[in-house]
């Protein structure tokens, strides 16, 4: 091989990782104000939720810990490590979602009740990923054992439609949450005394987000990741400056024993509470369910590089503040803000 072709295929494969790099971060970009919304604004409301009715009387800097060491590892364990790092991997030929789940456990074993062994799908060699071998596996006990049985089948239908059902929920919900736990900001900067106005508000603000629906997610994908890099960058400043301002020891709460602090002072409420919690993953089921707008690489940077993060530390923040502001957490996130930024 002469040193022209040797020359010319080391710059053309320069020019392909530029293009890779170039498309993973169009991509990320792209994912930020398509996946990661909701997520992203779960600050405005979650220590509210979660010392919500008994727990306003169990205040204290211990509970102020534990809850943001709930809120942590509950982003660690269900976001960043089940979603981010494994959920991502277990795709059905690029699609995501519960659905596409079962549909690629279905073709690699017999436990659907519908026919869905075709010859024209075992044409279709985009099943079969790179690399993956075209022969026979072993059969596991647990793979026969669920094949011989009817019941277990439709056990696992019945699991699938209730996932698909809680997704459809949890689509109709979480903008509304959202949304007015956005506008009830308006309520201490603008003064606005009368709820309804504040649901009203909210009311415009959805049918104009539906309204855009119609355009295509290429096309609202690139409105709102300006909004939420700034939101994000914003969350991230406060994060920090309420951590040095107020009790930078809140690092001490990344420790599970916090946990256990936490349930040991509030006990069964703190059980009953822990809805709350899981608010903090709100929308996190986005990044697996909406996968097939994009590939898994870009999804995995922007949410371990810029989303988690940017949480982590916005939670740290509010619970520094809470912490030595035990009266203000019915408006936590709101009376966070520094004054010279309302």
């Known amino acids: 091989m002469s040193s022209d072709s040797i020359r010319e295929r080391g710059a053309s ?4 990782r530029k293009f890779q790099y170039r498309q993973l971060l169009f991509l990320a970009y792209q994912s930020l104000g398509f996946l990661f919304g909701d997520l992203s604004l779960s600050p405005l409301y979650v220590y509210q939720s979660i010392f919500s009715g008994r727990l ?4 204290n800097e211990d509970a ?3 809850a943001f060491s709930l809120i942590f590892w509950t982003l660690s ?13 277990a795709d059905d030929n690029g699609e995501g979602g519960v659905v596409a789940l079962y549909s690629q456990l279905c073709r690699s074993a017999k436990l659907c009740l519908l026919p869905n062994h075709q010859a024209s799908d075992e044409e279709l060699s985009t099943y079969r990923k790179p690399g993956s071998s075209n022969g026979s596996t072993p059969s596991s006990p647990l793979k026969r054992f669920i094949e011989k049985h009817k019941n277990t089948k439709m056990a696992l239908l019945i699991f699938v439609l209730l996932g698909a059902c809680m997704a459809i929920c949890v689509g109709a919900l979480m903008p509304a949450i959202s949304v007015l736990s956005s506008v009830e900001g308006l309520k201490i900067e603008a003064k606005i005394t009368n709820k309804s106005m504040v649901s009203c508000i909210s009311c415009v603000l959805l049918i104009g987000l539906f309204v855009m629906q119609h355009r295509g997610s290429y096309k609202v994908a690139f409105v709102f ?33 916090y946990v256990y602090k936490f349930f040991m002072l509030t006990g069964k ?8 919690v899981f608010l903090c993953v709100t929308g996190t089921e986005a990044m697996f369910a909406d996968l097939g707008y994009y590939r898994q690489t870009p999804v995995r940077v922007t949410f371990c590089c810029i ?7 916005q939670y740290m923040g509010q619970a520094a503040f809470l912490s030595k502001n035990l009266s203000a957490v019915p408006i936590s996130f709101y009376a966070s803000i520094p004054g010279q930024l309302m």
């Not at 409420?269 to 709350?276: S, V």
């Open 77 to 89: 364990i269900i976001s960043l490590l089940k979603y981010a790092l494994i959920m991502l991997s």
């Open 13 to 16: 494969a320069v020019v392909e």
């Open 225 to 257: 990741p300006p909004v939420i890099i700034l939101w994000l960058v914003t969350i991230f400043m406060i994060g920090i400056y309420n951590i040095i301002k107020w009790n930078p020891r809140v690092y001490q709460a990344l420790s599970p024993y």
């Open 64 to 66: 102020i810990f534990g």
């Open 307 to 313: 989303i988690y993060p940017c949480l982590v530390l």
């Open 269 to 276: 409420d703190g059980w009953t509470n822990l809805g709350g």
């Open 56 to 59: 306003k009387h169990v205040l």
